[in-house]
């Protein structure tokens, strides 16, 4: 008799919208590692093509490109990936970062659209082809917890409202699990793109604050994802990977 209840991952079907960079990029190279055949999913085919020579997945790997915050593409890409297993979704784009006085709607509405309303979207077009005993894994973040002061009002908001997004839909969706994992900082593109040079010094002083010691990696948050998609029993859950990043 089993000492402990986990499923595997070998052979299941693995969306990974975000897949072909940063976080959603080690989390398909962890499921890939585990026997999984993984589909990646982000907006720019050549950031996939890239993406799936780099995890050379013995052809368990496809990308497809979609946008999220276009409800004909995510419609056309669950069509098009037909039954699966898991759902994860890490995709996202640098967020509002301004005071609130000086807040751009266009943006703000665009990045709703893109994390918020897109993720919606995931949601509603996933469960016509997720196979039964399946999950749904979103990406918050340690925004929520740890705000930047000025400019984190509008991304607090928006992680925050995962959390409570994710417990409504794991009662409605029952016995399909559907979780939330929220990182704290992980070195990923989307630093190069915010700070560019000026990431190691920030990333420096993060580390030397932080219990872990460091920033994280994507292979450092990859196992929360894994764990949420094997685990049976959890649901409705925010789970933090941060290295201890609240709590300083
Ligand atoms: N890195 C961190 O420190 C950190 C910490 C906490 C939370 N997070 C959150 O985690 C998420 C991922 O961050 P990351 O650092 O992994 O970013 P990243 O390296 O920039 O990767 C983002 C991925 O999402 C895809 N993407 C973006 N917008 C999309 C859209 N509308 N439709 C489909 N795919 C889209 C990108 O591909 P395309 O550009 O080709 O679409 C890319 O594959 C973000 O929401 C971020 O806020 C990050």
């Not at 780099?54 to 946008?67: M, S």
């Not at 665009?110 to 309303?117: C, R, W």
């Not at 979103?138 to 002061?149: E, L």
């Amino acid at each position: 008799m089993a000492t402990f209840s986990m499923t595997s991952l070998n052979g299941k079907r693995i969306i990974v919208v975000g897949g072909s960079s940063g976080i959603g990029f080690g989390v398909a190279a962890a499921a890939l590692e585990s026997g999984a055949q993984v589909v990646i999913v982000g907006r720019s085919a050549d950031k996939l093509k890239a993406a799936e020579q780099r995890l050379a997945g013995a052809g368990r790997v496809t990308g497809i490109a979609a946008d999220m915050a276009d409800e004909g593409d995510v419609a056309r890409l669950f069509d098009a990936v037909g039954a699966f297993d898991h759902l994860v979704a890490t995709a996202g784009t640098p967020p509002p970062n301004d005071p609130i006085g000086e807040t751009d709607m266009h943006f703000v509405r665009q990045f709703v659209d893109g994390k918020l309303i897109g993720t919606v979207m995931l949601a509603k077009h996933a469960v016509r082809t997720l196979n039964k005993g399946g999950s749904i894994t979103f990406t918050s973040g340690i925004n929520k917890d740890r705000p930047p002061v000025p400019g984190g009002s509008v991304v607090s908001a928006i992680a925050g409202s995962f959390t409570y997004f994710a417990r409504a839909l794991a009662l409605e969706l029952a016995p399909t699990r559907v979780n939330i994992v929220s990182p704290g900082w992980v070195d990923t593109e989307m630093w190069d793109e915010i700070v560019g040079d000026a990431k190691a010094g920030y990333f420096d002083q993060m580390g030397a604050r932080i219990p872990a010691g460091r920033v994280a990696t994507p292979a450092d948050v990859a196992p929360a994802y894994l764990y949420l998609m094997q685990s049976q029993f959890m649901t409705g859950e925010t789970l933090h990977i941060d290295g201890g990043q609240r709590l300083v």
